[in-house]
């Protein structure tokens, strides 16, 4: 479900900027600052199928993370926001949302990927006690806390991923 709600929007990314320590940008030497466990993976090796094998397996690795109804923020920056039930694939797809506001009398919505193809992608607990964070130029994913690290500690060498800290 998109985050239609300015309000709720902007509240989520503060949490970013300020809980995460998010610095957008090219130049940035630590794009984030996380207190919790976090691991940094390099995902510039990754062939064509372990990126959709990452798509498949993210989604799972999600599932066992949370409970039954518990949601997840997805976020693309500077784009549209989810709440995102990894159990419910109707959330998981780009639509369009008529609007005469608009030129061509609407406009996309993109539910971000696990990869972060040319834009910053994040997948965080509502909690913000577990997250995906994909970097775009840096060629990384941030995955920080415990649920989440373990998950991906058994999977990230078939997935192509290279461990590059934690």
């Not at 798509?55 to 709440?83: C, P, S």
Request: contains cysteine; glycine residues 10%; proline residues 5%.
């Amino acid at each position: 479900m998109r985050l239609d709600n300015k309000k709720e929007y902007n509240a989520v990314w503060d949490r970013v900027y300020n809980e995460l320590g998010f610095i957008p940008g090219y130049r940035e030497n630590v794009p984030f600052r996380i207190d919790l466990p976090y691991c940094v993976y390099g995902i510039e090796n990754m062939s064509i199928e372990q990126l959709d094998r990452l798509e498949e397996i993210g989604k799972e690795i999600m599932i066992r993370v949370t409970n039954n109804g518990e949601r997840i923020y997805a976020l693309d920056w500077q784009h549209d926001g989810f709440w995102y039930d990894p159990r419910n694939p109707e959330e998981q797809v780009d639509y369009r949302v008529e609007d005469a506001r608009y030129i061509g009398g609407g406009f996309n919505v993109y539910f971000p990927s696990f990869y972060p193809d040319g834009d910053y992608h994040f997948f965080i607990g509502e909690n913000f006690d577990f997250g995906l964070l994909g970097h775009p130029w840096r060629n990384e994913i941030w995955i920080f806390g415990e649920r989440l690290l373990s998950e991906f500690e058994t999977v990230y060498r078939d997935l192509g991923l290279v461990k590059k800290q934690g």
